[in-house]
């Protein structure tokens, strides 16, 4: 049972670098989501996506760039990585209804210098 | 705007106390609330999902409430053990779309149980 896997778990960045964190998930789930957890401000939604080729964004989305070509897969994308954007980041899915439980995976822990 | 508060932030008891963690949410329009626990440097796991018609869920030691007219739902563990230590997050499910709600965490209470 893989859930929901992220990768890479660790990355170091320099500042203005470009990457990609990955997130799959192997329940079927339509609904997926990106968070950034930062000591004293909790887990803080960035962008969401009810289904393939449907996208939207969250509390704090500035920075990052999404897309959803699968159902499994939802990566977050970082053009220009900045020092503010030093956290951990969780992607988590379930299905669409309203009714069910949400899924996480295990971080992915970034820092740019 | 939906605003989940946790209290205490952090909560230190000897092994074998039953214990309350307190959450609460400004918006009463949530389809549900859902526990996590989280271990240091781990991910989120799942504990209880509470939907907004029910007033409890059950599991093992663990028992969650639900009172959405006062806004407030409560953990309670019963006879803790030094492995429930970890923090413990809520969070409140929002609706989006008709059939779509999005997830707004409280900060999180972290629990220390002593030997």
């Known amino acids: 049972n893989a859930g929901v896997t992220q990768t890479p778990k660790f990355q170091v960045l320099k500042t203005g670098q470009s990457m990609t964190l990955q997130c799959a998930q192997d329940?079927?789930?339509?609904?997926m989501s990106w968070y950034r957890q930062d000591p004293g401000m909790g887990l803080r939604l960035i962008h969401y996506?009810?289904?393939?080729?449907?996208?939207d964004q969250g509390e704090v989305p500035n920075g990052y760039n999404v897309s959803r070509s699968t159902t499994e897969d939802f990566p977050l994308r970082l053009l220009s990585a900045a020092p503010s954007q030093t956290s951990v980041y969780f992607c988590?899915?379930?299905?669409?209804?309203?009714?069910?439980?949400?899924?996480f995976g295990q971080g992915t822990r970034l820092t740019v210098v | 705007k939906q605003e989940v508060t946790q209290i205490p932030a952090a909560l230190s008891v000897p092994e074998g106390e039953n214990l309350v963690l307190n959450c609460s949410f400004t918006?009463?329009?949530?389809?549900?609330l859902q526990w996590f626990r989280q271990d240091p440097g781990k991910g989120l796991t799942s504990l209880l999902l509470?939907?907004?018609?029910?007033r409890e869920q059950t599991s093992g030691r663990l028992n969650a409430s639900l009172d959405k007219s006062s806004g407030r739902s409560t953990l309670y563990i019963a006879a803790s053990q030094p492995g429930d230590s970890a923090t413990y997050l809520c969070?409140?499910?929002?609706?989006?779309?008709?059939?779509?709600?999005?997830?707004?965490f409280g900060q999180g209470t972290t629990l220390q149980v002593k030997p």
């Open positions: 988590a899915s379930s299905y669409k209804t309203t009714i069910t439980e949400a899924f």
């Open positions: 329940m079927n789930h339509e609904y």
């Open positions: 996506s009810v289904g393939a080729g449907i996208t």
């Open positions: 918006d009463s329009a949530i389809y549900n």
């Open positions: 509470i939907q907004s018609s029910q």
């Open positions: 969070a409140a499910r929002l609706r989006v779309t008709s059939n779509t709600g999005k997830l707004i």
